[in-house]
């Protein structure tokens, strides 16, 4: 009798799909309004175009290969910007402002002299992300995680400039992100599982840190609250979120780690803010409704900022100057990137869909 050879069912597939290649959905261009850049901000630690990791393991996509390169194949204008990997919203919104007008980075006088650092960066003149960027060659930004936060402060300064930068600095010294009047640069606001009201995965307490410059800092609910004071949601501009969520709700009302859709490293701080209630230095009162969450950022703080106006996202009625709260995503933390472990096949169709959503947009 002759022997039988098994091939893995893997291998089989492999040979299968280069067969009979499945054909891409196509997408109906033919209802887009527009179709500007995408500029897509990365997280805490995260990293972008301009660091050399990007190019072993994509931030965007992660083993499931590279996202962006994936959106552009599909007729999407997509980068990956590179900000510091855990510095302040506000740091970080000027090295973006610096790579999309390819110039050095200035962090303001006023900021730089006050937070003691050097008030200019990097040079990226001649290096500018994106060729073109003005009120006729708009952009959407999308921020995962604290890029959120990143790219809030970002376009509020380029709505309203910052007044004590303007009052700090001669008019001819002054970068022009701090003096305001650019709303229309910008055509749309996407936050990725964002702390926009911060997150309780670090405790109640940092009422006085020694240095206030950083991400960690701007990540407490208290500092969290008060940045949301600093920052206008502009009328002119289409905003969304999309919080996400990997706990599940126990019979003692707490929230624990759905092990089957969330990474390892996020399951022991998934447990204990699924349990943490209490009130913050500042008197804020975290009940619980902030107990669900996606491993590092609660589920409630992502759908939207306290101060600015929100609804649940209607196809039928998608306003500007609005956050519209689009459907809790059932991933970890890391899942809107693409996943690490727990690989996320159908990101790609998200994006793909929310990419269109906006392209349709009047």
Known sequence: MAKIVSIPLAIIMSILSLLFPCKEEEIDKTQWNTNYSYVFVHG?????????QYKIMPYWGMFGGELLGKLNDKGYECYAASVAPSDSAWDRAC????????????YGKA?????????????????????KWDAENKINLLGHSFGGATIRVFASLMAQGNAAEVEATDKNDISPFFTGGKSDWIYSL???????????????????PENTDTAAYDMFIDHALELNKTIVTDGQTYYFSIPCTATTLTENGTYVADKNRMEILFHSSADEM????????????????????????NTISAAAPSCAPSKTFDENNIPKGTWNIMPTYQGDHMSLQGGLLKVN????????????MINSLK
């Open 190 to 208: 996407t936050a990725l599982a964002a702390p926009h009201n911060g997150t309780t995965a670090y405790g109640f307490e940092n009422s006085a």
């Open 274 to 297: 699924g349990k943490l209630t209490g009130t913050t230095s500042g008197g804020y009162v975290v009940d619980e409704s902030w107990l669900e969450n996606d491993g590092l950022v």
């Open 345 to 356: 096949t159908d990101v790609e169709d998200l994006y793909t869909e929310h990419l269109n």
């Open 44 to 52: 805490l630690m995260g990293w972008g175009k301009y660091d050399p």
């Open 111 to 131: 900021h730089s002299e006050r937070c003691g650092h050097e008030r200019f960066g990097k040079d990226f003149t001649g290096n500018a992300l994106i060729e």
């Open 95 to 106: 090295e973006l402002y610096a790579q999309l007008t390819g110039t050095v980075v200035d």
